[in-house]
């Protein structure tokens, strides 16, 4: 990278603006969340994702590897889906729930995916039956599955090293072992830590927790019951190891309890209690949640808030460093208007398969006010964002290859990778101060100066950009706090370029708007801009390509 004495501020705006195309081939500003790239015929194979389209997908910062239909995987709708990796020969593995049973796919190579089989229901639903939703969740190499609405389905147990022997694919599976305890259910997780499967939503418990010993998989036996809430959705269950003392190293599990978030303390099988609960503003349906890594919050989607109240797309935090008394924390809305569904977190990062909008990915911000920004989405159902139930029902983040399960209800399985932005990890200082491009967009120059006044730190830019095929330059400064990783600096647009010979009190200014600073680094920016009405709003990651001179980045680039 090549640096300049930093003594000539218009320098650096002309190279800034020397990075700038043409207008007539110059490229729009970023997409925005709500705006739809054009439809393309979409396809099957790995695609990268490029001008917000991957295969005829809308796209951002994820692509598409392959994609198998749901009449590939023998069955009508894909729902629910979980992955497995075998300990032995480390080949990854899809499972997906089906309307009709669970299909088996190899998808160590992501972009060539082979279907080994299915294991079909265990029972077939009645004739008058017109939803078929199936759970699976795995434990010590072995999937185990429940379906809601059939009745005396139970829980099927199937061996995953079977898996490995399957030379002549596709193959029909029978179960290993199957648990009677009920019959239809919703929902399970099961606590990899201890050993325990906890059913949701069955016909038994009052619609509860259905607590089973998974611990020997040929032979799962009852261990206990807790519906004093009634019925419950979805849950996790986990070895608690959040800020509050009372509880660590306790088995508690936070469940979805149709209008609120209830905490459930099940270490003694035999006497599970309710620990605490707290519901939320305008609770539609409280669907599935997760917890953060810290086990301090947790993180909720509401199913039905979207249809009840007209709302945008919602995530709801809740803070949980007191399990006996959880608080509601606060609402991320997103640009959509779509239905929410499950979701999951992983480090940083909340991944969603929210139905007609696809899978979203959120970096996770500050939780203490529910902050979370999008940066990532690959739309599975390009043709509607319609309120719907239909679309992306799952989505699977925790290969260690970075592969992304999402299962489509009409579309079947995707296999999808996400190039995610890093976490901020300023703080913002001099060794900024530069010019800087927007990663795939190089007619978008801005031009950052850090530095010092007798108020203190100060932040100065400049970016140049065309819209429309007419230059603009807009420029802001900002006062922040050392040490501070973002700034949020107001805008004035300077019409033309004639204000850099006239001089500064010629120039034509009008506000219009701010930008979003986010560090990464020194070397890594995130940049969020609102342009106002007619201009719009979106989000761009930059990298350096000039600094100054004594202020050289010190990472490695």
């Known amino acids: 990278m090549q640096t300049l004495a930093p003594t000539s501020l218009l320098a650096l705006l002309f190279y800034a603006q020397s990075l700038a195309a043409a207008p007539e081939r110059a490229g729009s500003l970023p997409e925005h969340d709500d705006v739809r790239a054009p439809l393309t015929e979409q396809g099957a194979g790995h695609a990268p994702c490029e001008n917000g389209v991957s295969g005829g997908y809308p796209c951002r910062n994820v692509e598409l590897l392959a994609r198998l239909p749901a009449v590939a995987l023998q069955g009508e709708m894909a ?120 059913v949701a939503g069955s016909d038994t418990c009052d619609g509860g927790l259905h607590l089973v010993d998974i611990r020997d998989p040929a032979a799962p036996s009852q261990a206990g019951c807790f519906g004093e809430d009634g019925y419950t959705h979805d849950v996790q269950c986990v070895d608690y190891h959040g800020p509050d003392p009372d509880y660590q190293g306790q088995e508690i599990c936070f469940a979805s309890n149709k209008d609120a978030l209830a905490i459930v303390d099940i270490s003694d099988k035999a006497a599970a209690f309710m620990v605490g609960k707290t519901t939320y503003p305008n609770a539609g349906y409280a669907h599935q949640g997760w917890l953060s890594d810290d086990h301090r919050y947790f993180i909720l989607g509401d199913e039905m808030d979207e249809i009840s109240f007209g709302s945008n797309t919602r995530t709801l935090v809740f803070d949980v460093s007191e399990l006996e008394r959880p608080t509601y924390a606060g609402a991320h809305f997103s640009g959509s208007t779509t239905i929410d569904h499950n979701l999951y977190v992983r480090g940083d990062y909340i991944y969603q398969a929210n139905y007609t909008a696809g899978l979203r990915i959120l970096q996770i911000e500050d939780l203490a006010d529910a902050g979370m920004r999008e940066v990532a989405y690959f739309d599975t159902v390009p043709q509607s964002d319609q309120l719907a139930f239909d679309g992306a029902w799952n989505v699977y983040p925790f290969f260690d290859d970075g592969t992304l399960l999402v299962s489509d209800m009409s579309s079947g399985l995707f296999l999808l990778r996400a190039d995610l932005p890093p976490v901020a990890g300023g703080p913002i200082d001099g060794r900024m101060s530069g010019a800087w491009v927007a990663e795939g967009l190089n007619d978008q120059g801005l031009t950052l100066l850090v530095g010092e006044n007798i108020h203190g730190p100060v932040v100065f830019i400049a970016w140049f950009l065309y819209l429309g095929g007419e230059p603009f330059w807009l420029t802001g400064s900002t006062r922040f706090k050392m040490g501070a990783e973002e700034i949020t600096v107001p805008l004035q647009r300077l019409r033309g370029l004639g204000f850099l010979s006239r001089g500064d009190d010629l120039a034509e200014r009008a506000d219009i708007g701010s930008l979003r600073i986010h560090a990464h680094g020194c070397d890594r920016i995130h940049a969020e801009y609102d342009l106002g009405e007619g201009l719009g709003a979106g989000e761009m990651d930059m990298r350096p390509v000039i600094g100054v001179e004594g202020r050289e980045c010190a990472e490695a680039r």
Do not use: C
């Open 79 to 198: 729902l629910d889906s979980w992955g497995w990796r075998d300990p032995l020969t480390g080949r990854h593995y899809a499972l997906v729930a089906m309307d009709n049973g669970v299909s088996f796919v190899d998808v160590t190579d992501p972009e060539a995916p082979v279907y080994l089989g299915r294991l079909p229901t265990a029972r077939l639903p009645s004739p008058e039956v017109t939803g078929r939703w199936r759970d699976l969740k795995t434990y010590r190499n072995h999937a185990y599955i429940v379906a809601d609405r059939i009745a005396e389905h139970g829980m099927q147990v199937f061996d995953l090293e079977r898996l490995r022997d399957v030379s002549a694919p596709p193959v029909q599976f029978d179960a290993d072992a199957h648990y009677d305890g009920f019959g239809p259910a919703h929902n399970l997780a099961i606590n990899q830590a201890s050993g325990f499967a906890i």
